[in-house]
């Protein structure tokens, strides 16, 4: 019976050898980056003819935006579109002044500072200091804004994404806000796709699952992998392992305060 060289089945070293499999995986993700900056310019092309204001918008949103779509290059040309309209009748001064959202500001609800393990911005929302009947619908979806665009323009160089810690200590039926809930999660899944990278959810009361049940059904696929429900016994562990100690807020056990989001 013929023999079989060791490179084949057997460690070397106690290693196995996979110079192969390494160069077909980053062949195959050069193929991927390829695609996808060509289908960006071609979303790009497609979408400038429509909306000529697409030009201000960077390649990387562009990517976003597609991949977002599954890279669809018709359905990311449409969300595109979406987008700049949005943008235009939301935003037309093309940003949002703390002074128009004075009344959620002052909740003190929102806050960011530190990064995780892969340098992506904390941010940390309290779900029970947010008073529905404090603020409008409209004012609130503002806000919204107003707190992803900050969160967005404090990225390190290369990162996209941001980490949220939703903590819902103390959240009852006077902080319900089933139509807020699903705005916002329409702002972030519509205006700013592809930003979240996990969503820590803390501090659970077993009512919250209500409203959480209205809105569950409207989070994509995508962002449902991203959301995972922490029991108070492993929270500290759990947030461990994406955050250093140094970069944890301290209300977890690290060692930064929070810093309100309108002084980020």
Excluded at 47 to 70: F, G, H
Aim: aromatic share 8%; net charge neutral; proline share 5%.
């Amino acid at each position: 019976m013929g023999s079989v060289s060791q490179d084949q089945t057997e460690p070397v070293n106690g290693q196995h050898h996979h110079s192969f499999d390494s160069d077909s995986k980053l062949d195959l993700e050069n193929s991927e980056c390829e695609i996808e900056g060509r289908k960006v310019g071609i979303m790009r092309a497609l979408v400038q003819t429509q909306d000529p204001s697409a030009k201000e918008v960077d390649d990387l949103m562009i990517r976003r935006l597609l991949r977002a779509r599954d890279l669809d290059i018709e359905k990311g040309s449409t969300l595109l579109l979406k987008y700049l309209n949005w943008r235009r009748e939301f935003v037309p001064n093309g940003s949002i002044s703390a002074s128009e959202i004075s009344s959620d500001l002052a909740q003190d609800k929102l806050f960011m500072q530190g990064v995780d393990k892969m340098g992506r911005p904390i941010v940390v929302g309290f779900g029970g200091r947010h008073k529905p009947s404090k603020t409008s619908l409209e004012d609130f979806k503002r806000f919204v804004v107003y707190s992803l665009d900050k969160i967005c323009a404090r990225m390190p160089r290369g990162q996209e994404k941001f980490l949220c810690i939703g903590d819902f200590e103390g959240w009852g039926y006077t902080n319900s806000d089933v139509r807020g809930y699903l705005a916002a999660l329409s702002i972030l899944q519509d205006c700013y796709p592809e930003r979240l990278g996990k969503l820590f959810v803390v501090h659970v009361p077993y009512i919250f699952m209500t409203a959480w049940k209205a809105v569950y059904p409207f989070i994509d696929k995508k962002t449902k992998r991203k959301i995972i429900f922490v029991e108070n016994k492993e929270l500290r562990q759990t947030l461990l392992a994406d955050i250093d100690e140094s970069q944890l807020p301290e209300m977890y056990g690290g060692r930064l305060p929070l810093v309100p989001i309108q002084d980020c």
